[in-house]
């Protein structure tokens, strides 16, 4: 995506490693890549299973206003996410769904729309089913291509818990290869 | 001459690099980096992640946290820490930060040192623990009684918090004054790249460390600066440190006017005859402005969007943005006014904290626009906006 500021909202529920997903995206990009990104979170006092958003900005140059209004890329992982966040997406953006969690409406001409059972290949393909936050970092890493698919890996061994490396790198290489099945 | 020593960070509290951290976790390496060796809290969101940090961070940096009983005791163990010659601070919330009034007040009285972290959420009470506020502004200023002045800094962005830490604990130990690290959910929990410099090119200040004798020694004799210097439990000084007005020798005088008539003022004196020293701000496009939006911490780059949406109608806005909030750089602030149609003032508070300063501060020499918000959000950027169009009328 060639532009100089790339908007980026990833939602769903409290649980599904949606924040962890931002910063995973904002450090490949900022520290891995050399670029600025600046990730802000919503969330309520819940620990689990309240709504919860990350927003990450992706740019060349230093990021003055924080917020998303308009992303240009959408990650929905919940149909409340959904229903609340699709609205705002770019007329040209690009919508990212995690397809079994979430019934779709019509989308606009210009929008692009890339589906994935992330829980499910989490589940089934790396046998841990929370690491259905990676398995989509590798889908978003491989469908947009806002981060090279190197960085956003160093990003994630430098973030995940120590121990658990592996298989969260399997799950990196679970969404990466379904993303890249879709787009070649 | 006034005993300041500056020196550069003990390396053990540095992590040279760049980081990708949230403004809490930044805050905390910075105070590592400023040589902050002991925290005492009470966890409240959303300032957790700051003691987190510092309490896995410690013991390889040397150092002790203890999580206390309460905000109270939290404030109080603190004072003693630096007592005993360590750099200290706690780090709390709006709930958190009334309970501390009391000891903010004994910091002051007692010329101690220290910094209190207050990552803003929406009150009163317990009100918005997830979400941001600026309501604690005149909190900090004089939110425990008696008459006193104290120093508030407000970052940004992460790496302001840790940048700008390090420049509240030096200025704390300048003018021995409990320093407000005022920061707001947003900037708390914001994440972004943090570079962090090698040890040798980070400035600290040292403690003011008498060079008198046991003997000649007076605690609370002032330097050519207001300010005292100071000593440590266990140098061999026998100081008496009270909250009660006491005397240059540091006992009680609480019935002598005298006594009390120049401690006070010194106490005031010392941030308001040094306060050139001590402002910091940064300015954007002031020069030639009509309107110069003037704000602090996360409504300062919310502004920028209202800022260039009134420039791409050809308004010329300028912005000035307070770091160090307590005392305003009031002789700037008073220039700009002469110069502009208005200034305008967005701020998450309703009642206009910053503002109403601002306005008593300006004097009538241009209108001052206060854009209130309640909290548990930021401003829509359109409301900076129409501000700024509705100044120009």
């Known amino acids: 995506m060639d532009r100089d500021r790339i908007e980026v909202r990833l939602a769903g529920f409290g649980g599904q490693g949606i924040i962890m997903m931002g910063y995973v995206l904002g450090k490949a990009y900022s520290i891995f890549e050399g670029g600025e990104a600046t990730l802000t979170q919503s969330f309520g006092p819940e620990a689990r299973g309240g709504a919860c958003s990350a927003q990450v900005i992706l740019s060349k140059n230093r990021i003055l206003y924080p917020y998303v209004t308009k992303p240009d890329i959408l990650v929905v992982m919940s149909q409340e996410a959904y229903t609340r966040y699709y609205p705002s997406l770019k007329d040209d953006g690009i919508l990212i769904v995690e397809e079994e969690l979430v019934r779709l409406g ?79 | 001459m006034a005993n300041i020593k500056w020196t550069t960070a003990d390396p053990k509290g540095v992590l040279t690099g760049a980081h990708y951290l949230d403004g809490n976790h930044a805050a905390c390496e910075g105070a590592l980096a400023a040589g902050c060796r002991f925290a005492a809290g009470y966890p409240i969101t959303p300032s957790t ?60 009285m007692t010329e101690t040192p220290c910094v209190f972290v207050n990552v803003q959420r929406g009150g009163p009470s317990t009100g918005t623990p997830t979400l941001p506020a600026q309501a604690d502004m005149m909190q900090a200023r004089w939110g425990s009684h008696g008459d006193y002045e104290i120093i508030a800094v407000s970052p940004s962005s992460p790496q302001e918090c840790f940048d700008f830490i390090i420049d509240a604990f030096n200025l704390a130990e300048i003018y021995r004054v409990p320093v407000m690290f005022m920061m707001d959910e947003c900037v708390g929990h914001m994440t972004e790249k943090v570079i962090i410099p090698e040890p040798e090119k980070i400035k600290v200040v040292e403690r003011r460390w008498t060079d008198k004798k046991p003997g000649e020694y007076l605690p609370f004799e002032p330097d050519d600066d207001l300010v005292p210097n100071m000593v440590k439990a266990g140098d061999g000084y026998r100081i008496h440190v009270t909250g009660l007005t006491h005397d240059e020798r540091g006992y009680p005088a609480a019935t002598d006017v005298t006594v009390h008539n120049k401690l006070v003022r010194r106490l005031c004196d010392k941030i308001y005859k040094n306060a050139h020293k001590i402002w910091k701000w940064e300015e954007m496009d002031t020069d030639g402005a009509e309107i110069v939006v003037m704000s602090y911490g996360i409504s300062a780059r919310v502004a920028l969007r209202g800022i260039e949406m009134a420039r791409e109608r050809g308004v010329k806005v300028g912005l000035l943005r307070l770091i160090v909030v307590w005392p305003l750089p009031e002789p700037r602030i008073r220039e700009i006014a002469d110069k502009v149609k208005a200034i305008v003032v967005p701020e998450l508070n309703v009642r206009a904290q910053v503002a109403r300063e601002i306005e008593r501060v300006v004097a009538g020499r241009c209108p001052v626009i206060p854009v209130g918000h309640a909290g548990a959000g930021v401003h829509d950027p359109n409301d900076i906006y129409n501000a700024i169009m509705e100044a120009l009328k």
């Open chain 2, 49 to 108: 992640e700051v003691v987190e940090r510092f309490a896995s961070r410690i013991p390889e940096v040397g150092g002790v946290f203890i999580q206390m009983e309460d905000e109270i005791a939290s404030s109080i163990a603190l004072q003693g820490a630096v007592w005993a010659g360590l750099k200290a601070m706690t780090v709390t919330s709006g709930p958190g930060f009334s309970l501390m009034m009391e000891h903010i007040g004994l910091a002051a």
């Open chain 1, 106 to 184: 019509d989308l606009k001409p210009n929008q692009k729309l890339f589906k994935i059972p992330a829980t499910r290949l989490a589940e089934e393909k790396v046998g841990r089913r929370l690491t259905l936050n990676i398995v989509m970092c590798g889908f978003l890493a491989a469908v947009t291509g806002v981060v090279s698919k190197e960085a956003m890996e160093k990003s994630v061994l430098d973030t995940v818990p120590a121990g658990t490396e592996e298989v969260n790198l399997k799950a990196f290489q679970v969404g990466y290869e379904y993303g890249k099945s879709i787009v070649g």
